[in-house]
């Protein structure tokens, strides 16, 4: 059957009308549902304020003091929090949703949207992975960036290895466009990563362009977050000047021991950028340890190199800090540190780093594959300073990612967002709930490019999370990945619940949420 979108319009306490094709069956009963005696936080960043959210269908179509109506599906919040679903502003919990699709690691945490497309890699095209989304819905909304690495490996194949010629150059933005047509929210990068390591600055301004012209962004994966990040920071700026749109880093961060404590020259280039007109934006996850790969933090690819080995374990990551996430070629270390595979094994740390990273490529060769898979090998690493994260999080322009997996190794992909709610808010007072509640919605919406999410107010999409201020708390850890949260009582997509009493409901009501509007998965009568 032929897939269709409608872009949905709303009046102010009341749902517009949306009108079926002859050929579309019809949708879901309509239901109404009145949250009561709930603590509002309306993702503004404004203080809570006690009332009632009603809900007819997809949409909120009420806030304050309401009167109950017969048909109303009442739900007591006691006292709880309810604000805006979470948007998840770097997400890699796509991966595995199709088998997935009641994403239980994103939805327990007051998840309802994830932005994918992250680090220079999505799908492609975007048109056919949204069509399937749209055919095989999951419990949460999905919007996507594409990923310059993607483009440049369909472009240049495997001679990538060297900046990309005009002619190549010319194809990745016809590539784009098609993707910015299909809803793309802008471009991708993850220049620590092959292929996006061997691009010019200006390869990237030229497909920045293109994005431009759609009213698209950019977000990047910066090319160093290590020594070179000053120059990297430099360079995301001058993308967003010379391109003309907005331009985000992801999972900001200064891993590496000399840079600890320097947050205020990092935060001070970024509010520079700002007041002379670079829409320059951030997100971050609320932990100190990164996940990526074994040669990540070789940017000259120079894996028979000691001294570069010796140089990463001590100022990026020490050998106790580095731990196994997947390793093909050995199962059985996964779960340990570096430290402890070396002291095995006999050899120093910085050997058998090395010795790590020609094992996995050997791998990779035999089963054709890039040493890069994570199924290959990934690892975590502890490199970044607790008050650097703080300050991070606090910037104003900072929104609030997992950069987190269905299935990952790193807790980050299950439990950031309580972590927030629970240590960074509750425990330590780093950020005022009224605060955090507006970087995990109405922030993250606009720093993405997303309409009719992050805030509640009449008209708005009815994606909705209901919590304990008092009780919400992370349970993933580096040993028990997958824990999932608690405090977090109920979580709405699209007006249907997906998560209650601490279990998914089943109901897969989430849409594709393309720049500038919202595609209707299911379209319900006109009311």
């Known amino acids: 059957m032929r897939t269709r979108f409608f872009i949905t319009c709303a009046l102010v306490g009341a749902i517009a009308a949306c009108h079926q094709n002859a050929a579309t069956p019809p949708g879901p009963v309509q239901t109404n549902t009145l949250i009561v005696n709930a603590e509002i936080f309306d993702g503004s960043g404004a203080p809570g304020v006690h009332g009632d959210v009603r809900i007819v269908g997809d949409r909120i179509v009420g806030v304050g003091a309401l009167d109950r109506m017969p048909q109303d599906d009442v739900i007591d919040a006691k006292g709880a929090a309810i604000a805006p679903g979470f948007i998840d502003d770097h997400s890699h919990h796509d991966g595995g949703l199709l088998n997935d699709r009641t994403a239980a690691g994103a939805v327990s945490q007051g998840i309802t949207t994830i932005v994918v497309g992250q680090d220079g890699g999505s799908h492609y095209p975007l048109a056919t992975y949204f069509d399937t989304l749209t055919r095989s819905p999951a419990a949460v909304n999905v919007a996507s960036y594409t990923g310059h690495g993607t483009l440049r490996r369909l472009v240049m194949g495997d001679d990538y290895k060297r900046p990309a010629r005009p002619d190549e150059i010319a194809r990745m933005q016809e590539l784009l466009k098609k993707d910015m047509d299909a809803g793309s929210l802008g471009l991708s990068s993850g220049l620590e990563y092959d292929p996006g390591i061997y691009s010019t600055t200006g390869e990237l301004v030229e497909l920045a362009k293109t994005a431009s012209a759609s009213e698209g962004r950019y977000i990047s994966h910066l090319r160093s977050e290590e020594d070179g990040v000053w120059d990297a920071i430099a360079e995301i700026l001058t993308i967003g000047r010379e391109a003309h749109l907005p331009v985000q880093v992801s999972h900001m961060k200064l891993s590496m021991k000399s840079l600890w404590g320097k947050t205020p020259r990092l935060l001070h280039m970024l509010d520079s950028a700002r007041a002379a007109g670079i829409k320059v934006t951030a997100d971050v996850y609320p932990y100190n340890a990164w996940s990526s790969d074994l040669t990540v933090n070789f940017p000259k690819r120079n894996y028979?190199?000691?001294?570069?080995?010796?140089?990463?374990?001590?100022?990026?990551?020490?050998?106790?800090?580095?731990?196994?996430?997947?390793?093909?070629?050995?199962?059985?270390?996964?779960?340990?540190?570096?430290?402890?595979?070396?002291t095995a094994r006999g050899t120093s740390p910085e050997r058998t780093l090395l010795d790590l990273i020609h094992e996995a490529g050997a791998y990779a060769d035999a089963h054709h594959l890039r040493i890069d898979d994570g199924e290959v090998q990934s690892v975590i690493g502890r490199s970044m300073l607790d008050g650097d994260v703080d300050r991070i999080m606090q910037w104003p322009l900072t929104a609030f990612c997992t950069d987190g997996s269905l299935g990952g190794r790193h807790p980050r992909g299950t439990g950031s967002f309580p972590r927030i709610l629970g240590r960074f808010v509750r425990e330590r007072g780093v950020l005022s709930l009224a605060d955090a509640i507006h970087k995990m919605t109405l922030l993250a919406a606009d720093n993405v490019g997303i309409p009719e999410r992050g805030r509640i107010a009449p008209g708005q999409i009815a994606d909705l999370v209901l919590f304990d201020q008092a009780t919400v708390i992370d349970h993933a850890t580096y040993t028990d990945p997958h824990a999932l949260s608690t405090g977090i009582e109920r979580v709405w997509v699209s007006g249907q619940l997906v998560w209650a009493d601490g279990h998914v409901t089943g109901a897969t009501p989430g849409r594709v949420v393309a720049r500038g509007k919202a595609w209707i998965i299911q379209v319900r009568p006109g009311r």
């Open 304 to 342: 028979d190199d000691t001294a570069a080995a010796r140089h990463m374990l001590d100022e990026i990551v020490p050998p106790d800090g580095l731990l196994m996430a997947a390793f093909a070629p050995h199962p059985d270390y996964v779960g340990q540190t570096l430290l402890q595979i070396s």
